[in-house]
């Protein structure tokens, strides 16, 4: 069965940066794309970008171009986000989520999420 | 980016109710929408994708309509399971949005 598992819970320091990790199984890891997904507490869903796990190539969000970096190894069949410069606005929890690509972009397995605290 | 506004915002129903929410969008976005259901401290779960189709696994109750600007999903009786907060999300362009949410909960 599918499964993504994502990296326990993370408390930084505004300025630190933070890396998650998604272990995936289940499936074959670069056939399909990964996206990233955050949720502020008690808000809506953000999309902050996406790669592609087969060649690595990613898109970014505008709004986190520069900030957000998304890798993979493909070896251990593992997505990373990494997110710089945190403040306390990037407190929230961190999905990724799986893109079966074939009509438009949508999620159908996701991981239980990260849950990012940046305070000092 | 395209906005996605969903309505209402929040909703109150009753255990076999029939229940349609609305997503709309800022500019025509064809059937590039897909909807999820989101429990308390859970990820979001497909529902529906491609705006009316039913993902696998998913109750038969839960249906998708719509194109263009216009999206409905409907829950046609609502069982105690079914209370949760539904977003839309849009896939036409690069830049992927989702609706502010819709909160149903039990009257």
């Known amino acids: 069965q599918v499964q993504l598992v994502q990296s326990g819970a993370e408390v930084k320091k505004p300025g630190a940066s933070v890396k998650v990790s998604c272990k995936t199984s289940g499936y074959t890891f670069t056939a399909y794309y990964m996206h990233w997904v955050r949720q502020a507490p008690g808000q809506g869903l953000e999309c902050m970008g996406w790669i592609n796990p087969n060649s690595g190539g990613t898109n970014y969000a505008q709004k986190f171009q520069g900030r957000v970096t998304m890798t993979r190894d493909t070896s251990i069949s593992t997505a990373y986000m990494e997110l710089s410069r945190l403040t306390s606005d990037d407190t929230a929890v961190y999905y990724c989520a799986r893109d079966p690509n074939d009509y438009g972009d949508y999620f159908d397995f996701w991981g239980q999420g990260t849950l990012v605290t940046v305070s000092s | 980016d395209i906005q996605m506004t969903q309505s209402p915002s929040s909703l109150s129903a009753s255990v076999g109710d029939r229940v349609t929410i609305t997503c709309r969008a800022s500019q025509s976005i064809s059937n590039y929408l897909n909807w999820y259901q989101q429990k308390p401290g859970k990820a979001p779960k497909l529902l529906i994708y491609a705006a009316s189709s039913l993902q696998s696994g998913v109750p038969s109750r839960f249906s998708g309509s719509g194109s263009g600007t216009d999206f409905i999903l409907t829950i046609s009786s609502l069982q105690p399971e079914d209370f949760a907060t539904y977003y839309c999300?849009?896939?036409?362009?690069?830049?992927?949005?989702f609706g502010q949410g819709t909160r149903l909960e039990i009257k």
């Open positions: 999300q849009q896939s036409y362009t690069i830049s992927i949005t």
